[in-house]
């Protein structure tokens, strides 16, 4: 019994520690070159990714209530703070945090919803390089 | 004669224990208002606990939990939508422990509960709109141990 229990344990820890790196470990700079990747896949013209324009984004509320800004703010270096619930979010930088951008099935969780919420819709491959890339400017 | 002085001991255990057993059974009563940290879950602390305190499963019955879980894509003005997998597990869980008493709400709400409402008619208007609060759905605002599960009074701080 002792055996099998504990035996079950390890199996079941070393399962749940393991599942998640194997299916979606990254490195911020691995994951904004898949989205660069993909974005010149779907427009051959192209130009690359642009903080700048990612900043933009990041600060506009494209005709919705809230901007990527109202829960994570203007300085994604600090906490920020969400527009509905008040509660505290860690911040968004990689530099801030280095726990972001580490995980792509998390990214891609929170921008489908995050997305949605202010957009409306998905963002495409292009809208998330430039974020990223907004992200990782910040020092 | 023999009798009696077996009888001592026999009724001094007895009392103890139902002294014991009463005691056991008015703390639980007690803990039972306000402390909801025996029902825990991984990943509903992780999933659910993202945009504000995980809600403990015990404030709202299985079918207003299973509304809550079919729109999770839908969520009180977001989008709180999660894969099958963990959705499942989730709702599991809340279904698991969810209250046994009517505390139902078509809005799946805790907070329109009648339940909600009694325990929390003491505080001000102005409490529940100062910017602290927010919104009555912020437990934390006041309960300040509520991410543990714990809602007891020696936890609780109203915000001026």
Same mark, same amino acid.
């Given at each position: 019994m002792g055996t099998i229990d504990s035996r079950f344990r390890i199996l079941a820890a070393a399962m749940l520690g393991a599942a998640p790196i194997l299916a979606s470990a990254a490195s911020p700079a691995e994951l904004r070159a898949q989205f660069e990747a993909a974005a010149r896949e779907a427009e051959p013209a192209y130009a690359g990714l642009s903080a700048s324009r990612g900043e933009q984004f990041f600060r506009s509320r494209h005709g919705s209530e809230w901007s990527c800004a109202s829960c994570h703010t203007d300085n994604p270096l600090s906490a920020g703070r969400h527009?509905?619930?008040a509660k505290d979010i860690a911040p968004l930088a990689p530099a801030a945090n280095p726990k972001r951008f580490t995980d792509a099935a998390r990214v891609e969780k929170w921008l489908r919803r995050n997305c949605n919420d202010v957009l409306g819709r998905a963002c495409t491959p292009r809208e998330k390089g430039d974020v990223l890339a907004y992200l990782m400017s910040l020092k | 004669m023999n009798d009696t002085v077996k009888r001592l001991p026999f009724d001094l255990t007895v009392w103890t224990v139902s002294i014991v057993a009463g005691l056991a059974l008015l703390a639980h009563e007690a803990m039972a208002g306000h402390d909801f940290s025996s029902a825990r879950n991984a990943r509903w602390q992780a999933e659910c606990g993202a945009c504000h305190v995980a809600y403990p499963p015990q404030l709202l019955p299985a079918p207003a939990w299973h509304r809550v879980m079919a729109r999770l894509d839908r969520h009180f003005g977001t989008d709180a939508s999660l894969d099958p997998g963990a959705a499942a597990e989730i709702g599991a869980f809340l279904e698991r422990h @969810? %209250? &046994?008493? =009517? &505390?139902?709400?078509a809005s799946g709400r805790i907070t329109d509960t009648g339940w909600f409402v009694r325990e929390h008619d003491e505080v001000p208007a102005a409490t529940w709109r100062s910017a602290a609060v927010? =919104?009555? @759905?912020?437990? %934390? @605002?006041?309960? &300040?141990r509520a991410e543990q599960g714990d809602f007891g009074e020696r936890s609780l701080r109203l915000p001026r």
């Amino acid at each position: 019994m002792g055996t099998i229990d504990s035996r079950f344990r390890i199996l079941a820890a070393a399962m749940l520690g393991a599942a998640p790196i194997l299916a979606s470990a990254a490195s911020p700079a691995e994951l904004r070159a898949q989205f660069e990747a993909a974005a010149r896949e779907a427009e051959p013209a192209y130009a690359g990714l642009s903080a700048s324009r990612g900043e933009q984004f990041f600060r506009s509320r494209h005709g919705s209530e809230w901007s990527c800004a109202s829960c994570h703010t203007d300085n994604p270096l600090s906490a920020g703070r969400h527009a509905k619930t008040a509660k505290d979010i860690a911040p968004l930088a990689p530099a801030a945090n280095p726990k972001r951008f580490t995980d792509a099935a998390r990214v891609e969780k929170w921008l489908r919803r995050n997305c949605n919420d202010v957009l409306g819709r998905a963002c495409t491959p292009r809208e998330k390089g430039d974020v990223l890339a907004y992200l990782m400017s910040l020092k | 004669m023999n009798d009696t002085v077996k009888r001592l001991p026999f009724d001094l255990t007895v009392w103890t224990v139902s002294i014991v057993a009463g005691l056991a059974l008015l703390a639980h009563e007690a803990m039972a208002g306000h402390d909801f940290s025996s029902a825990r879950n991984a990943r509903w602390q992780a999933e659910c606990g993202a945009c504000h305190v995980a809600y403990p499963p015990q404030l709202l019955p299985a079918p207003a939990w299973h509304r809550v879980m079919a729109r999770l894509d839908r969520h009180f003005g977001t989008d709180a939508s999660l894969d099958p997998g963990a959705a499942a597990e989730i709702g599991a869980f809340l279904e698991r422990h @969810a %209250a &046994r008493t =009517s &505390r139902d709400t078509a809005s799946g709400r805790i907070t329109d509960t009648g339940w909600f409402v009694r325990e929390h008619d003491e505080v001000p208007a102005a409490t529940w709109r100062s910017a602290a609060v927010k =919104s009555p @759905a912020n437990c %934390a @605002a006041c309960h &300040r141990r509520a991410e543990q599960g714990d809602f007891g009074e020696r936890s609780l701080r109203l915000p001026r």
